[in-house]
């Protein structure tokens, strides 16, 4: 006889690469439903400890953000706070903002 640690679920998957009778992890909602949006994973950086990403609040003018890397989906991190729906992420060159900001204290170029 089997045995089991927790919940067992059946599910049925279309087009999927995984075999019958093949253990799966799986993250599935449980609850009530939580608004949030999906921050990609080429917008994220890290640093001091933390993770981040910039959002442009006008033309050229781009605010670090922390970010909460606790939900990661494959497209990136789902977030709940920090970035809003229709907030513009940086996503390429995300890093170079960061060095330049890092840098800022240094002398001039």
Do not use: H
Not at 75 to 103: C, H, I, M, P, W
């Amino acid at each position: 006889m089997p045995v089991s640690r927790g919940a067992v679920f059946f599910a049925l998957l279309k087009g999927s690469d995984a075999g019958e009778g093949e253990r799966l992890l799986v993250w599935a909602p449980i609850g009530d439903s939580v608004a949030g949006v999906v921050v990609p994973d080429a917008a994220a950086v890290m640093s001091e400890g933390k993770y981040w990403c910039y959002i442009e609040k006008k033309p050229g003018t781009f605010v670090k953000t922390e970010i909460d890397t606790a939900r990661p989906v494959p497209e990136g991190y789902f977030v709940t706070e920090g970035v809003a729906a229709g907030d513009k992420v940086v996503t390429a060159a995300a890093g170079q903002l960061l060095a330049r900001e890092s840098n800022s204290g240094s002398e001039p170029e």
